[in-house]
T-cell receptor
Framework: GESVGLHLPTLSVQEGDNSIINCAYS??????FIWYKQESGKGPQFIIDIRSNMDKRQGQRVTVLLNKTVKHLSLQIAATQPGDSAVYFC??????????????FGRGTSLIVHP | GAVVSQHPSWVICKSGTSVKIECRSLDFQATTMFWYRQFPKQSLMLMAT?????????EQGVEKDKFLINHASLTLSTLTVTSAHPEDSSFYIC????????????FGPGTRLTVT
C-alpha cells in the first residue's frame, strides 16, 4: 500500500517565523496530495491540496511545493502564529476496501509555535 | 464544504460494556461515510466504510463483530464498540467525502473513548 511519512515528528518555531513541514511519499504514480491540520482533540481540517501536474500552489499564508523527482512535498506556513500550533498530516489518496478513493495519512508533524 | 458532527465528544465506559458513537452529516446527504481511529501521537487509520442501507466494508485487521456499523439514513452512521476493552480506548473520527472533482474529506470533531 501507499507509504506516506514525515521527516520530523516535532517542529518548534518562534511566532512570526516561517515554518516548513516536509513529507515523502513512495508511489511515483500518486497524482494528488493533501495537507491537513489537526488541532488537539479535534478532527483533521483540510488546508490545501496539489495535483501532480503542478509544482507549487499557494493559499492564504500557506504554500505547498511538490517535487515529483524525489517524491517529496512540503508545506510552508508564512509568519507562523500561535493558532497554527497543531499536528500537520500529508495525505495521498488510495483505495479503501469499500472501493472509495480516499486519503491515506502520513504520521504527522507536531508544530509548536512559541510566542 | 460539508459539516459533520459526532456524539458524544467523549465517553468513559467500563470494560465489557458496549458504547455507541453517532456521526451526522448536517448539510450533505452521504451514501458513504468513513470511520477512523487514532491512537495518541499517531496517524489516522481507516477502520471501515459505512454504506447507507447496506453492510459496512471493513479494512483488513478490523474486527467487524467488535465494531458494528449501521448507516440507516443518508445523514447518520453509528459505530458501536461491543464488549469494550482498555485497548479499544482511542479517538474515533468519522468523515464524509462529497465527491469529485475533489477527494477532499470533511471530518467530524472526533469522539474520545476511554475504557476503564
Amino acid at each position: 500500500g501507499e507509504s506516506v511519512g514525515l521527516h520530523l515528528p516535532t517542529l518548534s518555531v518562534q511566532e512570526g517565523d516561517n515554518s516548513i513541514i516536509n513529507c515523502a511519499y513512495s508511489n511515483s504514480a500518486s497524482d494528488y496530495f493533501i495537507w491537513y491540520k489537526q488541532e488537539s482533540g479535534k478532527g483533521p481540517q483540510f488546508i490545501i491540496d496539489i495535483r501532480s501536474n503542478m509544482d507549487k500552489r499557494q493559499g492564504q499564508r500557506v504554500t505547498v511545493l511538490l517535487n515529483k523527482t524525489v517524491k517529496h512535498l512540503s508545506l510552508q506556513i508564512a509568519a507562523t502564529q500561535p493558532g497554527d500550533s497543531a499536528v500537520y498530516f500529508c495525505a495521498v489518496p488510495g483505495w479503501a476496501s469499500g472501493g472509495s478513493y480516499i486519503p491515506t495519512f502520513g504520521r504527522g508533524t507536531s508544530l509548536i509555535v512559541h510566542p | 464544504g460539508a459539516v459533520v458532527s459526532q456524539h458524544p465528544s467523549w465517553v468513559i465506559c467500563k470494560s465489557g460494556t458496549s458504547v455507541k458513537i453517532e456521526c451526522r452529516s448536517l448539510d450533505f446527504q452521504a451514501t458513504t461515510m468513513f470511520w477512523y481511529r487514532q491512537f495518541p501521537k499517531q496517524s489516522l487509520m481507516l477502520m471501515a466504510t459505512s454504506n447507507e442501507g447496506s453492510k459496512a466494508t471493513y479494512e483488513q485487521g478490523v474486527e467487524k463483530d467488535k465494531f458494528l456499523i449501521n448507516h440507516a439514513s443518508l445523514t447518520l452512521s453509528t459505530l458501536t464498540v461491543t464488549s469494550a476493552h482498555p485497548e479499544d480506548s482511542s479517538f474515533y473520527i468519522c468523515s464524509v467525502q462529497p465527491g469529485l472533482p475533489s477527494y477532499e474529506q470533511y471530518f467530524g470533531p472526533g469522539t474520545r473513548l476511554t475504557v476503564t
